[in-house]
């Protein structure tokens, strides 16, 4: 029996940890469990392997512990990860990867707005942490989930405010004509 691991990445990043058992003469040489299936070669220029180092690169940032989880020999792993390394088409898959990921973590805009909107609007609930009396001078402590308070609900209709230009502080006037100043303190 020869037990494979899926070549899969999970949305964080990081690799598949489902692993499956197969005969030995009816192994493949890579496995992808059901929900990392084979995906249309989107860089048809790289290999599955080259993929994999890829993958596994952006996780380590060691190109020889890459290399090794890709499937090279390890022998060889040293020379090929840094040769993968300075292959463009590999560089170019590992920076669009971790563009991805970033996009992944930041909010976008418009997710900052209906953050904001929940916020003022009180549908957004926060925890805090309550302490009780529970007799004997002791108390205990528990998380209770409420409502956000007029604090920041007014912060955050001030923030949305500001982003469509609601206030004003500056008067902007328009005034046809000239100004004359008349001095006539003696």
């Known amino acids: 029996m020869k037990t494979l691991r899926c070549i899969g990445l999970k949305n964080d990043g990081s690799r598949c940890t489902r692993e499956k058992e197969f005969d030995d003469d009816q192994a493949p040489k890579e496995w992808r469990c059901w929900q990392h299936p084979i995906e249309k070669n989107k860089d048809s220029s790289l290999t599955e392997k080259q993929k994999a180092f890829a993958d596994e690169y952006i996780i380590s940032i060691n190109a020889t512990d890459a290399a090794i989880k890709a499937g090279y020999s390890e022998n060889s792993a040293y020379s090929i990860g840094n040769e993968n390394l300075k292959k463009p088409e590999i560089k170019n898959y590992i920076e669009?990867?971790?563009?991805?990921?970033?996009?992944?973590?930041?909010?976008?805009?418009?997710?900052?707005?209906?953050?904001?909107?929940?916020?003022?609007?009180?549908?957004?609930?926060?925890?805090?942490?309550?302490?009780?009396?529970?007799?004997?001078?002791?108390?205990?402590?528990?998380?209770?989930?409420?409502?956000?308070?007029?604090?920041?609900?007014?912060?955050?209709?001030?923030?949305?405010g500001k982003r469509y230009s609601l206030f004003k502080d500056n008067i902007d006037i328009d005034l046809q004509g000239g100004i004359q100043i008349i001095d006539d303190i003696e």
Do not use: H
Request: no cysteine; hydrophobic share 35%.
């Open 96 to 160: 669009k990867r971790l563009e991805e990921k970033e996009e992944a973590r930041v909010a976008t805009q418009d997710e900052v707005l209906e953050y904001l909107t929940k916020v003022m609007r009180g549908e957004v609930e926060e925890e805090t942490v309550v302490t009780e009396n529970i007799g004997d001078y002791m108390s205990e402590a528990r998380v209770v989930s409420k409502k956000v308070g007029p604090k920041d609900r007014n912060k955050a209709a001030e923030l949305l």
